[in-house]
T-cell receptor
Framework: GAVVSQHPSRVICKSGTSVKIECRSL??????MFWYRQFPKQSLMLMAT?????????EQGVEKDKFLINHASLTLSTLTVTSAHPEDSSFYIC?????????????FGSGTRLTVV | QQQVKQSPQSLIVQKGGISIINCAYE??????FPWYQQFPGKGPALLIA?????SEKKEGRFTISFNKSAKQFSLHIMDSQPGDSATYFC????????????FGKGTRLSVIA
Protein backbone atom coordinates (compact mmCIF):
# COMPACT_ATOMS: atom_id res chain seq x y z
CA GLY A 1 0.00 0.00 0.00
CA ALA A 2 0.90 3.64 -0.17
CA VAL A 3 2.35 5.12 3.01
CA VAL A 4 2.71 8.80 3.83
CA SER A 5 4.76 9.73 6.84
CA GLN A 6 4.43 13.10 8.54
CA HIS A 7 6.82 14.56 11.08
CA PRO A 8 6.67 15.79 13.75
CA SER A 9 3.39 14.58 15.16
CA ARG A 10 3.33 17.35 17.73
CA VAL A 11 5.21 20.60 18.05
CA ILE A 12 5.00 23.51 20.43
CA CYS A 13 6.71 26.72 19.44
CA LYS A 14 6.95 30.25 20.68
CA SER A 15 5.13 33.04 18.93
CA GLY A 16 7.28 34.60 16.25
CA THR A 17 9.34 31.52 15.49
CA SER A 18 9.12 29.25 12.46
CA VAL A 19 8.20 25.60 12.34
CA LYS A 20 8.87 23.07 9.59
CA ILE A 21 6.63 20.08 8.98
CA GLU A 22 7.76 17.23 6.74
CA CYS A 23 5.64 14.95 4.61
CA ARG A 24 7.26 11.93 3.01
CA SER A 25 5.90 9.32 0.66
CA LEU A 26 7.66 6.20 1.87
CA UNK A 27 7.00 3.67 -0.86
CA UNK A 28 6.12 5.72 -3.89
CA UNK A 29 7.06 8.89 -5.68
CA UNK A 30 4.61 11.75 -5.43
CA UNK A 31 4.80 14.58 -7.93
CA UNK A 32 1.93 16.25 -6.09
CA MET A 33 1.14 16.50 -2.42
CA PHE A 34 -1.65 18.36 -0.72
CA TRP A 35 -1.56 20.28 2.56
CA TYR A 36 -4.66 20.62 4.69
CA ARG A 37 -5.37 22.45 7.92
CA GLN A 38 -7.95 21.27 10.42
CA PHE A 39 -9.15 23.32 13.37
CA PRO A 40 -10.75 21.50 16.33
CA LYS A 41 -14.00 19.82 15.42
CA GLN A 42 -13.78 21.27 11.93
CA SER A 43 -13.29 19.84 8.49
CA LEU A 44 -10.07 19.56 6.53
CA MET A 45 -9.48 22.71 4.53
CA LEU A 46 -7.11 22.58 1.60
CA MET A 47 -4.28 25.05 2.01
CA ALA A 48 -2.13 24.36 -0.99
CA THR A 49 -1.07 21.90 -3.64
CA UNK A 50 2.62 21.12 -3.58
CA UNK A 51 4.21 20.35 -6.96
CA UNK A 52 7.61 18.72 -7.23
CA UNK A 53 10.11 21.04 -8.83
CA UNK A 54 7.77 23.99 -9.15
CA UNK A 55 5.89 26.50 -7.06
CA UNK A 56 3.03 25.45 -4.87
CA UNK A 57 -0.51 26.47 -5.68
CA UNK A 58 -2.21 28.15 -2.76
CA GLU A 59 -5.90 28.30 -2.03
CA GLN A 60 -7.60 31.65 -1.75
CA GLY A 61 -6.96 33.28 1.59
CA VAL A 62 -3.82 31.29 2.40
CA GLU A 63 -0.74 33.48 2.73
CA LYS A 64 2.02 31.99 0.64
CA ASP A 65 4.69 34.02 2.42
CA LYS A 66 3.54 32.69 5.76
CA PHE A 67 3.09 29.08 4.77
CA LEU A 68 6.15 28.19 2.74
CA ILE A 69 5.93 24.96 0.81
CA ASN A 70 8.92 23.23 -0.71
CA HIS A 71 8.68 20.05 -2.77
CA ALA A 72 12.30 19.49 -3.64
CA SER A 73 12.12 15.77 -4.28
CA LEU A 74 9.59 13.20 -5.39
CA THR A 75 9.23 11.86 -1.87
CA LEU A 76 9.37 14.94 0.33
CA SER A 77 7.28 18.06 0.74
CA THR A 78 7.77 20.49 3.59
CA LEU A 79 5.47 23.11 5.05
CA THR A 80 7.12 25.89 7.02
CA VAL A 81 4.93 28.10 9.16
CA THR A 82 6.88 31.33 9.42
CA SER A 83 6.54 33.83 12.23
CA ALA A 84 3.96 31.64 13.86
CA HIS A 85 1.19 33.17 15.93
CA PRO A 86 -1.30 31.52 18.31
CA GLU A 87 -4.00 31.66 15.62
CA ASP A 88 -1.82 29.34 13.51
CA SER A 89 -2.29 26.64 16.11
CA SER A 90 -4.02 23.83 14.28
CA PHE A 91 -3.74 20.28 12.99
CA TYR A 92 -1.85 20.16 9.69
CA ILE A 93 -2.25 17.12 7.46
CA CYS A 94 -0.59 16.22 4.20
CA UNK A 95 -1.85 13.89 1.51
CA UNK A 96 -0.46 12.28 -1.61
CA UNK A 97 -1.68 9.97 -4.31
CA UNK A 98 0.33 7.08 -5.59
CA UNK A 99 0.78 7.48 -9.34
CA UNK A 100 -1.03 5.00 -11.51
CA UNK A 101 -3.62 4.22 -8.87
CA UNK A 102 -7.26 5.03 -9.05
CA UNK A 103 -8.57 7.82 -6.88
CA UNK A 104 -8.56 5.37 -4.00
CA UNK A 105 -4.86 6.03 -3.92
CA UNK A 106 -5.17 9.19 -1.81
CA UNK A 107 -3.21 8.59 1.38
CA PHE A 108 -3.01 10.92 4.34
CA GLY A 109 -0.27 11.48 6.83
CA SER A 110 -1.00 11.13 10.52
CA GLY A 111 -1.01 14.88 10.99
CA THR A 112 0.98 17.44 12.97
CA ARG A 113 -0.51 19.19 15.95
CA LEU A 114 1.00 22.68 16.07
CA THR A 115 0.60 24.74 19.21
CA VAL A 116 1.93 28.28 19.21
CA VAL A 117 2.36 29.79 22.67
CA GLN B 1 -19.41 28.17 -0.57
CA GLN B 2 -19.56 24.71 0.88
CA GLN B 3 -19.12 22.39 -2.07
CA VAL B 4 -19.98 19.28 -0.11
CA LYS B 5 -22.65 19.54 2.58
CA GLN B 6 -22.71 16.87 5.26
CA SER B 7 -25.27 16.04 7.91
CA PRO B 8 -25.79 15.44 10.74
CA GLN B 9 -23.00 17.16 12.63
CA SER B 10 -23.19 14.55 15.34
CA LEU B 11 -24.88 11.20 15.74
CA ILE B 12 -25.44 8.85 18.64
CA VAL B 13 -26.33 5.27 17.82
CA GLN B 14 -26.93 2.23 19.97
CA LYS B 15 -24.55 -0.68 19.56
CA GLY B 16 -25.87 -2.92 16.82
CA GLY B 17 -27.85 -0.15 15.19
CA ILE B 18 -27.46 1.48 11.81
CA SER B 19 -25.57 4.75 11.46
CA ILE B 20 -26.54 6.90 8.50
CA ILE B 21 -24.64 9.97 7.36
CA ASN B 22 -25.68 12.04 4.39
CA CYS B 23 -23.86 14.28 1.95
CA ALA B 24 -24.92 16.49 -0.92
CA TYR B 25 -22.79 18.14 -3.56
CA GLU B 26 -23.22 20.95 -6.04
CA UNK B 27 -20.53 20.47 -8.63
CA UNK B 28 -21.65 18.02 -11.30
CA UNK B 29 -18.02 17.65 -12.38
CA UNK B 30 -17.31 15.63 -9.24
CA UNK B 31 -16.83 12.00 -10.17
CA UNK B 32 -15.29 10.40 -7.13
CA PHE B 33 -16.92 10.22 -3.71
CA PRO B 34 -14.97 8.73 -0.81
CA TRP B 35 -15.75 8.46 2.87
CA TYR B 36 -13.01 8.87 5.44
CA GLN B 37 -12.84 7.89 9.09
CA GLN B 38 -10.78 9.96 11.49
CA PHE B 39 -9.87 9.22 15.09
CA PRO B 40 -8.71 12.03 17.39
CA GLY B 41 -5.18 13.15 16.69
CA LYS B 42 -4.88 11.03 13.54
CA GLY B 43 -5.09 11.63 9.86
CA PRO B 44 -8.17 10.48 7.97
CA ALA B 45 -8.26 6.95 6.62
CA LEU B 46 -10.21 5.86 3.56
CA LEU B 47 -13.24 3.73 4.40
CA ILE B 48 -15.02 3.25 1.11
CA ALA B 49 -15.49 5.17 -2.12
CA UNK B 50 -17.88 5.23 -5.05
CA UNK B 51 -18.03 6.56 -8.57
CA UNK B 52 -21.23 7.90 -10.15
CA UNK B 53 -21.68 4.97 -12.51
CA UNK B 54 -23.00 2.81 -9.67
CA SER B 55 -25.78 3.46 -7.18
CA GLU B 56 -24.48 1.39 -4.30
CA LYS B 57 -21.26 -0.10 -3.05
CA LYS B 58 -20.87 -2.38 -0.07
CA GLU B 59 -17.76 -3.36 1.81
CA GLY B 60 -18.36 -5.36 4.95
CA ARG B 61 -20.56 -3.33 7.29
CA PHE B 62 -20.12 -0.15 5.26
CA THR B 63 -22.38 0.78 2.34
CA ILE B 64 -22.44 3.87 0.16
CA SER B 65 -25.68 4.77 -1.55
CA PHE B 66 -25.38 7.21 -4.44
CA ASN B 67 -28.16 9.21 -6.10
CA LYS B 68 -26.73 11.01 -9.10
CA SER B 69 -29.89 12.89 -10.04
CA ALA B 70 -30.29 14.25 -6.53
CA LYS B 71 -26.56 14.83 -6.18
CA GLN B 72 -26.56 13.04 -2.87
CA PHE B 73 -24.68 10.14 -1.35
CA SER B 74 -24.80 8.52 2.04
CA LEU B 75 -22.85 6.19 4.27
CA HIS B 76 -24.58 3.40 6.13
CA ILE B 77 -22.78 1.58 8.92
CA MET B 78 -24.55 -1.63 9.77
CA ASP B 79 -24.27 -3.30 13.19
CA SER B 80 -22.52 -0.22 14.56
CA GLN B 81 -19.90 -0.94 17.21
CA PRO B 82 -18.28 1.25 19.89
CA GLY B 83 -15.05 0.99 17.92
CA ASP B 84 -16.79 2.82 15.07
CA SER B 85 -16.98 5.93 17.24
CA ALA B 86 -15.02 8.50 15.24
CA THR B 87 -15.52 11.46 12.95
CA TYR B 88 -16.60 10.63 9.43
CA PHE B 89 -16.01 12.87 6.45
CA CYS B 90 -17.49 12.62 3.02
CA UNK B 91 -15.43 14.05 0.20
CA UNK B 92 -15.48 14.57 -3.53
CA UNK B 93 -13.05 15.20 -6.33
CA UNK B 94 -13.22 15.74 -10.05
CA UNK B 95 -11.30 14.72 -13.09
CA UNK B 96 -8.33 12.48 -13.41
CA UNK B 97 -4.85 13.17 -12.21
CA UNK B 98 -3.88 14.99 -9.09
CA UNK B 99 -6.89 17.00 -8.07
CA UNK B 100 -7.45 17.52 -4.35
CA UNK B 101 -10.34 16.19 -2.32
CA UNK B 102 -13.02 18.56 -1.08
CA PHE B 103 -14.35 17.53 2.32
CA GLY B 104 -17.66 17.84 4.07
CA LYS B 105 -17.72 19.28 7.58
CA GLY B 106 -17.73 15.93 9.27
CA THR B 107 -20.02 13.89 11.50
CA ARG B 108 -19.03 12.86 15.00
CA LEU B 109 -20.41 9.39 15.56
CA SER B 110 -20.76 7.94 19.03
CA VAL B 111 -21.82 4.33 19.33
CA ILE B 112 -23.02 3.55 22.82
CA ALA B 113 -23.41 0.14 24.40
Amino acid sequence: GAVVSQHPSRVICKSGTSVKIECRSLDFQATTMFWYRQFPKQSLMLMATSNEGSKATYEQGVEKDKFLINHASLTLSTLTVTSAHPEDSSFYICSAKKPGQARDGYTFGSGTRLTVV
Amino acid sequence: QQQVKQSPQSLIVQKGGISIINCAYENTAFDYFPWYQQFPGKGPALLIAIRPDVSEKKEGRFTISFNKSAKQFSLHIMDSQPGDSATYFCAASKGSGNTPLVFGKGTRLSVIA
